[in-house]
């Protein structure tokens, strides 16, 4: 949702349309700087939030930083632009910022694993407080890291702050990855291996999103829900799995209009068995 006018306004827009988790930039996802946050706002928004049936606001991390990179100035940046984001997540009252692992550009995935373990390390000893950082599973596009479970694993496994990280789970990037979600037999394999590798402990949140690409091409082309190459039934079981059902999911479909998350939600509800309705409440 948009926080264009004030952050209180991505609470109205979620509203409007159903919504009970969203998820914000807590500035421009482009720009390294950011202005303060005021107080007013931050009232504005707690305020809207409080009275709102939206039980979940996640925030992404600017799309810029990189704590896995190689260039000196560029990685110390990128630790300087979390710390802010987790900051700004305090004041807001998130408690969970979703951030991209990093790429290792010309270095290797060994070195930038392990400065991205360091980097973390850092931020949260800068920046007490409740919000956790969720690390995305990634598509493997470029050289972006996170694109198997194994990289997450070793990252959660060897940082210091273990109890302030989880997963953000996003069905294109997995399935672009090479994790076939599409039937119930390989649906259950990859949660038995994001499970026995990752743990659904860790795992805190899902981005829900098709892919326009094919299984493990790497390219990371967000789709409608039940458009592209996922299709609809990965879809239907996980949105009936009652693992995950506490789990807030964040649609993060191409056009980013509300109209046409509106369009996804109907779709995905048209996917819910009797049972899980009934759980719901949704006639």
């Known amino acids: 949702m948009s926080i264009a006018g004030g952050f209180y306004k991505a609470i109205l827009a979620g509203e409007s349309i159903g919504c009970t988790a969203i998820q914000i930039f807590t500035k421009s996802n482009r720009q390294w700087k950011a202005k303060p946050i005021t107080k007013e706002a931050v009232d504005l928004f707690r305020a809207a939030w409080k009275k709102s049936c939206i039980k979940s606001v996640v925030a992404h991390a600017t799309y810029l930083i990189n704590i896995g990179s190689p260039d000196r100035d560029v ?12 900051r700004r997540c305090l004041e807001l009252g998130i408690e969970f910022l979703v951030l991209h692992p990093g790429s290792h550009l010309r270095s290797t995935e060994k070195k930038s694993i392990h400065k991205i373990i360091k980097g973390l390390d850092r931020v949260f000893e800068r920046v007490a407080g ?33 109890k302030r990280l989880g997963v953000c789970f996003d069905t294109c990037h997995v399935f672009a990855a090479g994790y076939d979600l599409r039937a119930k037999k390989e649906y ?25 690409k094919a299984l493990g091409t790497r390219v990371d082309r967000h789709e409608n829900v039940g458009k592209g190459e996922i299709g609809s039934e990965a879809f ?16 993060e479909t ?22 899980t309705k009934k759980i719901f409440g949704i006639k």
Do not use: W
């Open 236 to 251: 239907k079981l996980l949105f009936n799995d009652e693992r995950f059902f506490a789990i807030p999911k964040i649609l």
């Open 254 to 275: 191409p056009e980013g209009t509300l109209e046409n998350y509106k369009m996804n939600m109907d779709f995905i509800e048209t996917l819910l068995t009797p049972k």
């Open 75 to 86: 990685y110390e940046q990128s630790l300087h632009a979390l710390e802010i984001e987790l």
């Open 188 to 212: 259950e394999h990859v949660m038995r291996e994001f499970d026995k590798i990752i743990g659904f402990h860790k795992l805190q949140l899902f981005h829900i999103n098709g892919s326009k």
């Open 130 to 162: 409740k919000v956790n950082i969720l690390l995305e599973t990634m598509s493997g596009q470029g050289t972006q890291l996170g694109y198997r479970f194994e990289q997450i694993a070793s990252i959660l496994d060897q940082a210091c702050n273990k």
